[in-house]
């Protein structure tokens, strides 16, 4: 099922909330790095898409304002981006091998006294980050050196 672009940037919005800050995931999955830098970008480029035409404008004229605006709504388009594809790898079913270790890892916590939500048939990345925030959060930290 094909969602709406507004549907992917807002299921991108609670990924990254839900993703866990953790250090030790940042070499196996990329969601770290780019939920950072599209934080960061949600900041800072509106900002310098305002002083980008201001600054265009200002010393080149009025003639370049087309040429400011296009690369102010680039800018602009950046954050978006970086929350389209979080929104994608959301809802993207977990690879065989991952979707391996999701269940393993739901059973090692299972039999620590963790219970889990519903499982799905197909777990998406949207589970693995829910499972991977709680193991962090619930479980202690032999638990966790044990897996990583």
């Given amino acids: 099922m094909q969602k709406s672009i507004v549907a992917q940037l807002s299921d991108g ?6 993703w866990p800050d953790n250090v030790e995931l940042a070499p196996i999955f990329p969601e770290r790095r780019v939920i950072k830098a599209t934080q960061m970008a949600l900041k800072v480029m509106p900002m310098l898409a305002v002083l980008s035409i201001f600054v265009q ?5 009025t003639q370049y304002l087309p040429q400011a605006l296009t ?6 388009s950046m954050p978006v981006q970086g929350l389209y594809w979080l929104g994608k790898r959301a809802n993207t079913t977990l690879p065989p091998s991952l979707a391996s270790w999701y269940r ?11 219970q889990p939500s519903v499982s799905r048939a197909q777990p998406r990345f949207y589970e693995l980050a829910h499972l991977l925030k709680d193991m962090f959060e619930k479980m202690d930290k032999a638990f966790t050196k044990e897996i990583f």
Wanted: net charge positive; glycine share 8%.
């Fill in 104 to 114: 393993q890892l739901q059973s090692k916590m299972q039999e620590n006294g963790y």
């Fill in 13 to 18: 919005q609670q990924y990254s909330k839900i």
């Fill in 57 to 61: 404008v200002q010393f080149m004229g």
């Fill in 71 to 76: 690369f102010a709504l680039f800018l602009l």
